[in-house]
């Protein structure tokens, strides 16, 4: 018997619902671990039932659908907003919830409380927040807290001030031995998986073959257990050249815009609504008031 707690995935077998252990398997097997972001019930919807693994409400959120510069402003009610309605689409997937900048960096005490809110108000499965070794202790005191923590290392976008801009990581032979000691420390605080964001693949790969948890990347090649990438992204809904690792699978941004001139053209050139998107009076009430006199003009009856 599993001790797995099954849930209907809305197709007509029931599955598994994705947790911590099923990701640490997935690595253990050897079969990739798929992940995305989302940030509202209708692309979780379709994110979930894609059968995509992981979903995070990345504080990404802030520039791909806030329209702010950098992830910095988000606040926690703003994730908070998103991940609730995230969580309200999912039914499969392993849900992450971003801990955004200032929400845990100040005291434990604050990290615990805000990462409790995730859990108990949002209905997320874990958080994650950026940083390394200075986090050990922090990811420590969250898993002692009974909160799964997926840690995030390499191009951490809360520090792009502190990285002078958007900068891959790792390129030299001190950063790289930070990383293997991030992974390792984190590993050793309970994380339950890592996110190596923009770093390079032979780092990732080495980090990946020597972790026992599972490493997820996005700009750092294809030897992780996993990949995430950034919705808007995916679908050209960034209004943004595409960072280097990024592939497009659909050109939502053409075919929205297509959508919207046409709508636009069919209510200007009176074609929509037509009748069949009309509703209608009941016959029996239409025929009789046809067979009524009709006033020629309102105006002339006096009423409006
Ligand atoms: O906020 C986000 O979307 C992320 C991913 C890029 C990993 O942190």
């Known amino acids: 018997m599993s001790l797995t707690p099954l849930r209907d995935s809305g197709a007509s077998a029931r599955v598994p ?8 398997e997935m690595k253990r097997c050897g ?4 992940s995305l972001t989302a940030y509202d019930y209708p692309t979780a919807r379709l994110v979930d039932q894609a059968g995509i693994d ?8 802030g520039m791909a659908v806030l329209g702010y510069d950098t992830t910095l402003p988000v ?3 703003e994730m908070l907003h998103h991940t609730r309605a995230v969580a309200r689409g999912v039914q499969r997937a392993f849900l992450v919830a971003d801990m955004p900048f200032g929400s845990y960096q100040a005291s434990a005490e604050d990290a615990i409380r805000n990462a409790t809110r995730f859990i108990k108000e949002a209905s997320a499965h874990a958080v994650k927040i950026e940083g390394g070794q200075r986090r050990a202790e922090l990811v420590r005191r969250l898993t002692d807290a009974e909160i799964s923590v997926v840690s995030h290392i390499g191009l951490t976008p809360q520090s792009v001030h502190r990285m002078s801009g958007y900068r891959v990581q790792g390129r030299t032979s001190e950063a790289v031995d930070e990383l293997y000691a991030d992974a390792v420390a984190l590993e050793a605080a309970g994380a339950v998986a890592i996110v190596l964001e923009g ?4 780092v990732a790969g080495e ?3 020597r972790a026992g948890i599972p490493t997820i990347g996005i700009g750092a090649g294809p030897d992780c257990d996993g990949q995430i990438l ?8 960034t209004f943004s050249p595409p960072a280097k690792f990024v592939r497009r699978y ?9 959508a919207l001139e046409r709508y636009r053209d069919d209510v200007a050139s009176r074609t929509f609504p037509g009748d069949a998107e009309s509703y209608h009076l009941p016959r029996e009430l239409r025929e009789q008031r046809e067979a009524q006199e009709q006033p020629a003009d309102l105006h002339a009856t006096g009423k409006k």
Not at 17 to 24: D, E, G, I, P, R
Not at 199 to 202: L, M
Not at 250 to 258: I, K
Request: zero cysteines.
């Open 75 to 77: 606040t926690m009610d």
């Open 31 to 34: 079969h990739a671990i798929t």
């Open 250 to 258: 659909a050109d939502g941004a053409a075919f929205f815009a297509d």
């Open 199 to 202: 770093i390079p693949r032979e």
């Open 54 to 61: 992981v979903i995070l409400v990345g504080d990404s959120v």
């Open 230 to 237: 950034v919705f808007h992204d995916l679908f050209n809904l």
């Open 17 to 24: 619902a994705v947790t911590a252990q099923t990701l640490l």
């Open 207 to 209: 980090i990946t073959a």
